[in-house]
């Protein structure tokens, strides 16, 4: 039988990457203390690894394919193909950035200040070519971690990864730059990418992961309106793409079947019984296929 070999990210993006697997339709599960998880698909074989480490693997063909980020593979020169954006992280489903911070007293207010001075990051290759870019000479040393609390006694300043800048201002820090934004990327190795089978098990599961990326934040929605009020309840809906309508036993009514954001049914519904609408249902939405 034919095995796609699949790394998945360890540490801060594990848990949400087994929530997305889980709405895509598929059931992983991580058995303590070791590093390869089952998957509820015998053609599948799943490897944990640090995203950091992911697309060298990849590239080398011990992996077929995995999920890393984008700045891994940048950091990594890894010459991996990327089959798809999958925007998704442990916090918010918006992208990461690597940003340049020092702390909130420091004499350090732009990129030049940086001269012969010391930065701690993990992103040791991108922070070197983005300070040559600059014309900036500085020291670029490794961080094991914890990368935020360096400054000012272990380093100078620090370029690392944020979501939501919480970290930042709980160490008294303040952005100087950002030198890119990253997201999750679903990579795959040269060779598996151009062999016909794994392409296409690597393409059905983008394709299912995409689809429950899509239904995030969204229900379906269906309702039974009078032919008189479809126009007045019609304008109400935000739907997606054009709401499906479909005929009753009672001529005088039709079904009305369309996508919203959550956000807004606890606005909507009053709208929608007050235009007319009845037995108005909302269910959820595990994969929006396109």
């Not at 095995?3 to 697997?21: C, V, Y």
């Not at 300070?131 to 272990?154: C, D, M, R």
């Not at 499906?244 to 954001?261: F, G, K, Y």
């Amino acid at each position: 039988m034919s095995t796609l070999n699949l790394g998945l990210p360890a540490g801060s993006l594990q848990e949400a990457t087994a929530e997305l697997f889980k709405k895509a339709g598929y059931k992983i599960t991580y058995q303590s203390r070791s590093y390869y998880p089952t998957i509820d698909d015998p053609e599948i074989q799943c490897t944990l690894l640090r995203a950091q480490e992911m697309a060298r693997y990849v590239q080398n063909g011990v992996l077929d394919c995995g999920l890393t980020g984008h700045d891994w593979v940048k950091e990594n020169d890894a010459d991996v193909v990327e089959l798809a954006e999958l925007v998704f992280s442990k916090v918010s489903r918006r992208p990461v950035r690597w940003i340049l911070a020092v702390p909130n007293d420091s004499p350090i207010h732009t990129v030049q200040d940086l001269q012969d001075k010391v930065i701690a990051t993990e992103l040791v290759n991108t922070t070197r070519r983005w300070l040559a870019a600059q014309g900036v000479s500085a020291q670029v040393e490794f961080s094991w971690g914890a990368t935020e609390v360096k400054p000012p006694k272990l380093a100078d300043a620090i370029v690392d990864v944020t979501e939501t800048g919480s970290s930042l201002r709980a160490n008294n820090l303040r952005v100087v730059a950002e030198l890119m934004q990253s997201t999750t990327r679903f990579i795959a190795n040269r060779q598996a990418a151009a062999d016909p089978w794994k392409r296409k098990k690597m393409e059905d599961m983008v394709l299912m992961l995409q689809g429950a990326m899509a239904a995030e934040g969204k229900v379906g929605m269906m309702m039974n309106v009078r032919k008189r009020d479809l126009e007045k309840v019609l304008a109400l809906l935000p739907a997606l793409q054009k709401p499906t309508i479909a005929s009753l036993s009672d001529p005088e009514w039709v079904d009305v079947n369309t996508i919203i954001e959550e956000t807004v049914v606890r606005v909507i519904v009053p709208k929608l019984k007050a235009a007319g609408a009845s037995g108005i249902v909302e269910y959820p939405l595990n994969k929006i296929i396109d």
